[in-house]
């Protein structure tokens, strides 16, 4: 692998030095220096070490915010700036900075944090409501940079760092990272933000010049809006850069340092768990809400013979205590339909875990039916329209409605999760349906809650950020009584197709990232689409893409496919015989192995020369340990391509190990090599078939 500046990895940390007017954030690799003179603050230098140019202009406002409709940056007049060291359990070491306006209604801290081996800062920004009267914020900036990045000759990498455009950019909620990358120079700026779902927003270049990182505007579909009483704090989600230099290739920083910091800084959920899961079942496709007591059972039996890890009863399970009987959908009251499960969930939960799976179930998290107790009782919880009456943002023409995470449901629903997981032993909860935004209603007016009597927003503004930062308090909260639950937030809750960022991944294990339900050849090919169009940018791991089927034909592509991010299977096990069945579980004990010797299931990367999954094309992943150089998992893909075979190299691994190259569970040995020779030489992988996937383990000798 190239050794370019950016992959530095030093013993030492150096410590934040601060000098009257300015100050230094120094780890070794990365030098960001601010400017606080004369009551400005502003980055006046921020490069690499050993990199004679610097990345940022002098005069950069540094951040940027409105409050009560005035707008304020770094380079306006502030008083009583103050400087003082901090630290991050993680090994974290930085400063804040605080001031205040002029007029003195008004706090303002800037967090910056740097990290031991990453030439990564990132920055959060807090104002404090230090007034008589209420506050409004608006239109945050946390990162506001003048670069020296040629507008011209820079690309944007943009939609999770992957796709390439020119020019001025202003992302959306599928823009988590983004990447300029300067062809001249051969060297670029990643920019994190971990603003949740539909209220981010990053710019490039707006100016020609400048860039941002922080939330929505005014004028934007999904406002953002906060209210401050006198007293009260906002702090923002954090920002991340990261510099580079000396590669023509921008991906080398998401699939690097980037992932590294996500990884061990971010304080990702799936990074918290002691043990990941490997194999999921769900019961959603083919059988919908038909589900009962003798199927789950017979389901059960085959999805512990494949190896299964957790199974999950999706919609289907439940009623409302006055449920209509010409309805098919029961949401608000989450009481067991009896004539499905005339002796409950328990007896049956009980059952998946002595196969030795951990029990699941389909709630939604925001949606009750006028039929439930719950919204008969308190209409007060639930999200109003524009026209002031109640309504479902999920989908307008429902029978349903959608309750707000800014009233008292957050009580109510957290309670209900909390119940089934302390009498059934619920380990996984998959929590659909939207809260916020719908992926499937194209008008933005019916987005938000408009109410303003709600006890935790005032306007539908403020609703968009309340009903996020409300519902992720939920899920830390959740953890915090039942720490080995599982959280998938599906896609739907989140707001947007596909949908999946680092403020979800903080707090929720999972997000059910789509429905593929296509068989070969476009099914596999979805699945591991997606999950390149969002790796190593995001944590494989915490992709749960649902639908494909375990007894279809191309079944083995399918699972080989979803090695890539969490394995999840539906359809009908029960189909399978006993040969099928034991092959996958063969390939689990494998995988299971492989995680035991590499822990690959933190990781993914690119494979050089394999490019986005397409028609007619080979595609490629890797999950290499990059900690230890152990080695880890690969996966080659023939997509309908005339060529029978491709020559893989890897180049994340030690240079002068030794390693073998092993073919799936049979262990068969394919190739002996060094690192080096692995990354400059490489090994071939044939595939007869014109659609066909092969797994490898790629392990230090003697392993």
Same mark, same amino acid.
């Given at each position: ?27 070794? *690799? ?14 006046? %230098? ?34 009583? *700036? ?10 974290? !070491? ?49 990162? @506001? ?28 909620? =599928? #823009? ?8 001249? @120079? ?34 934007? #579909?999904?406002?953002?809006? !906060? ?31 980037? %992932?590294?910091?996500?990884? !061990? ?11 990941k899961p490997m194999f999921v079942y769900n019961t959603w496709h083919p059988f919908m809400r038909n589900i ?40 608000? @009251?989450?009481? *067991? ?42 209409? +007060? ?21 959608? %309750? ?56 539908? +503004? ?21 720490? #080995? ?38 099914g596999s090919l979805r699945i591991r689409n997606l999950a390149w169009g969002r790796t190593p940018a995001i ?11 375990? +007894?279809?034909? @191309? ?63 080979? =595609? ?29 190299? *890897?180049?994340?691994?030690?240079? #002068? ?36 996937? =092969? ?9």
């Open positions: 692998m190239k050794r370019i500046l950016l992959f530095f990895y030093l013993m030492t940390f150096p410590l934040i030095i601060s000098y009257a007017q300015e100050v230094h954030l120094d780890n070794g *690799i990365v030098k960001r220096s601010i400017d606080i003179s004369d009551g400005h603050i502003s980055t006046v %230098a921020y490069r690499l070490e050993g990199c004679e140019k610097d990345f940022v202009r002098q005069g950069s406002p540094e951040f940027r915010f409105v409050a009560d409709d005035v707008a304020y940056t770094g380079k306006d007049a502030w008083t009583d *700036i103050q400087k003082r060291d901090t630290a991050s359990a993680d090994g974290g !070491r930085g400063v804040v900075l605080s001031f205040r306006n002029p007029g003195g209604d008004m706090a303002v801290e800037l967090a910056y944090m740097t990290y031991q081996s990453l030439p990564v800062v990132s920055k959060s920004l807090t104002v404090v409501n230090t007034g008589s009267d209420d506050m409004k914020i608006e239109a945050v900036d946390v990162e @506001d940079i003048v670069t020296y990045l040629d507008p011209i000759e820079s690309w944007t990498l943009r939609q999770y760092g992957r796709y390439k455009t020119l020019g001025t950019y202003v992302g959306n909620w =599928d #823009d988590p990272l983004v990447v300029v990358h300067d062809n001249r @120079d051969s060297r670029g700026i990643a920019i994190g933000n971990e603003a949740i779902g539909v209220l981010k927003r990053t710019s490039v270049f707006v100016d020609g010049r400048s860039m941002t990182a922080g939330v929505t505007r005014p004028e934007q #579909d999904y406002p953002f809006r !906060r209210w401050l009483g006198p007293g009260e704090r906002w702090t923002s989600p954090e920002v991340f850069t990261v510099l580079y230099s000396g590669t023509r290739d921008p991906y080398a920083v998401v699939n690097t340092a980037v %992932a590294d910091y996500v990884r !061990r800084h971010m304080g990702i959920r799936i990074e918290e768990l002691p043990q009962d007591e003798k199927m789950i059972y017979g389901l059960a039996d085959a999805a512990s013979e494949c190896g299964v890890e957790e199974f999950v009863i999706d919609d289907g399970w439940q009623l409302n205590v006055n449920s209509p009987l010409d309805r098919t959908e029961h949401m608000g @009251d989450w009481v *067991i339909d009896r004539k499905k499960f005339p002796n409950g969930l328990k007896p049956v939960f009980d059952y998946i875990k002595s196969l030795g799976m951990k029990p699941g179930l389909w709630i939604s998290l925001a949606t009750a039916d006028p039929s439930s107790i719950a919204y008969d009782e308190h209409p +007060e919880w639930f999200v109003k329209g524009p026209d002031g009456h109640l309504t479902d943002l999920h989908n307008q023409e429902a029978f349903s409605r959608t %309750a707000c995470m800014g009233t008292d449901w957050y009580d109510y629903i957290k309670g209900t999760i909390l119940r089934l997981h302390q009498e059934y032993g619920l380990a996984y909860v998959k929590l659909d349906l939207a809260i916020l935004a719908s992926a499937y209603v194209y008008s933005v007016e019916r987005a938000g809650c408009y109410a303003t009597d709600h006890p935790f927003h005032r306007d539908r +503004e403020e609703s968009f950020d309340v009903i996020y930062e409300r519902c992720m308090k939920l899920f830390d909260e959740l953890h915090e009584q039942a720490p #080995d639950l599982f959280i998938d937030c599906t896609f739907e809750t989140a707001g947007k197709f596909q949908l999946m960022d680092y403020g979800i991944a903080k707090h929720a294990e999972g997000d059910w990232l789509s429905n593929v339900v296509d068989p070969l050849p476009v944590p494989a791991t915490s992709l749960v893409i649902g639908n494909l089927s375990m +007894e279809e034909n @191309d079944r083995m592509l399918n699972f080989k496919s979803l090695t890539g991010t969490l394995p999840i299977m539906l359809g009908d096990p029960r189909k399978l015989t006993p040969e099928e069945r034991a092959e996958y579980k063969s390939w689990m004990t494998w995988l299971k192995g492989l995680e035991d010797r590499h822990g690959y299931m933190s990781f993914r990367q690119d494979v050089p020369g394999f490019g986005e999954p397409q028609e007619g094309c080979w =595609d490629a992943f890797c999950r290499i340990n990059t900690d230890t150089f152990s080695g880890g998992l690969v996966g080659v893909f023939n997509q309908g391509s005339v060529e029978k075979s491709r020559l893989v190299t *890897i180049p994340y691994l030690a240079p #002068d190990a030794t390693y073998e190259v092993r073919q799936g569970f049979s262990g068969t040995i394919v190739a002996v090599m060094t690192g080096k020779e692995l990354a400059e030489k490489g090994f071939e992988v044939f595939l007869d078939e014109s659609y066909d996937g =092969d797994l490898f383990e790629i392990t230090v000798s003697g392993n």
